[in-house]
């Protein structure tokens, strides 16, 4: 088992930042992709940033392209999701996860298997 744990959300007004962080646990070995998920009240979940543990590289959503950030910590099985001007349309409950997803697949909530309790993101005036 792995176990995630999301920190760093908040209340912001638009234009501010904020940097979530998300600590795994356990069975780390067993996936090669985290990911930062969020999901808005009524909408689906969807994946805004997504590494492969091995090399750094990221996919990204084009919303959040250029303002969003996902980045592995210098400690291990640590992932960092740097978010700057924020819009209230990022406002949502954010999840970190870690899995395997098949190639072309990383931001398909499906390919995840393990999930982080989510932290509260609101971006408001």
């Known amino acids: 088992q792995v176990q995630l744990v999301e920190s760093g959300g908040g209340l912001v007004q638009p234009g501010d930042s904020l940097r979530l962080s998300c600590a795994a646990s356990?069975?780390?070995?067993?996936?090669?992709?985290m990911a930062w998920f969020r999901q808005a009240q009524g909408k689906e979940r969807e994946c805004v940033a997504a590494i492969r543990w091995s090399t750094g590289s990221a996919d990204y959503k084009d919303a959040v392209k250029g303002r969003f950030t996902i980045s592995k910590g210098n400690a291990a099985n640590t992932v960092y999701l740097q978010m700057n001007s924020l819009k209230p349309e990022d406002t949502a409950v954010y999840y970190c996860?870690?899995?395997?997803?098949?190639?072309?697949?990383?931001?398909?909530?499906?390919?995840?298997?393990?999930w982080g309790q989510g932290t509260q993101v609101t971006v408001s005036s």
């Open positions: 996860a870690a899995g395997s997803p098949p190639y072309g697949a990383t931001m398909v909530p499906t390919n995840y298997r393990y």
């Open positions: 356990g069975r780390t070995f067993s996936y090669y992709f």
